[in-house]
T-cell receptor, first 115, second 118 residues
């Protein structure tokens, strides 16, 4: 079955360490997205990519970095510059935004705890 | 830029009762509108989508939503709630006029947590 795989489900890190969250999709989607979810704040867009080797900052990109070297993969690095990294991170994908805006397909998320 | 408001943070209904979750958006033209559902610790699942055509949209799991342009609303409804509907529900809006240069983003509301009493 096609889908989006995020790993690991739970991740623990010490403050000051960079950490990379994995996101892989086999839906053959061009676009991929990273959202951060905090209680009472909904989902906020961190980065998105419409095509390989290209990505754009979302609303809260500071302290994060991404790469898109392959269509199937869109890893997110949470750097030590991110002041409040503890959150639930969701990866999503969709067909390319062209004439209309397609629905997003989501992974099951990674819960990151930084102490 | 578009925005979306879900005024109810928590809603509790009895099983078998009807449900309406409110969503209001701000956008200069008709946007793309979505409702997603999230079970605890999981990703989001699409319930339904609207852009044009019939203003009453049918989705999965017996949900429907009605687009009302005059009220800038896209409320989600279900005639009879089941205990398995307990989850968090998110309304989302995307620009109806796709920008060829990019920058087309989906904006989510803050969510409504639904509790179902047996």
């Amino acid at each position: 079955d096609g889908g989006i795989t995020q790993s690991p489900k739970y991740l623990f890190r010490k403050e000051g360490q960079n950490v990379t969250l994995s996101c892989e999709q086999n839906l053959n989607h061009d676009a991929m997205y990273w959202y951060r979810q905090d209680p009472g704040q909904g989902l906020r867009l961190i980065y998105y990519s419409q095509i390989v080797n290209d990505f754009q900052k979302g609303d809260i990109a500071e302290g994060y970095s991404v790469s898109r070297e392959k269509k199937e993969s869109f890893p997110l690095t949470v750097t030590s510059a991110q002041k409040n990294p503890t959150a639930f991170y969701l990866c999503a994908s969709s067909p390319r935004v062209d004439r209309d805006f397609p629905p997003l397909h989501f992974g099951n998320g990674t819960r990151l705890t930084v102490t | 830029a578009q925005s979306v408001t879900q005024p109810d943070i928590h809603i509790t209904v009895s099983e078998g009762a009807s449900l309406e979750l409110r969503c209001n958006y701000s956008y200069g033209a008709t946007p793309y509108l979505f409702w997603y559902v999230q079970s605890p610790g999981q990703g989001l699942q699409l319930l339904l989508k609207y852009f044009s055509g019939d203003t009453l949209v049918q989705g999965i799991k017996g949900f429907e939503a009605e687009f009302k342009r005059s009220q800038s609303s896209f409320n989600l409804r279900k005639p009879s709630v089941h205990w398995s509907d307990a989850a968090e529900y998110f309304c989302a809006v995307a620009p109806g006029l796709i920008l060829t240069g990019g920058g087309n983003k989906l904006t989510f509301g803050t969510g409504t947590q639904l509790k179902v009493e047996l």
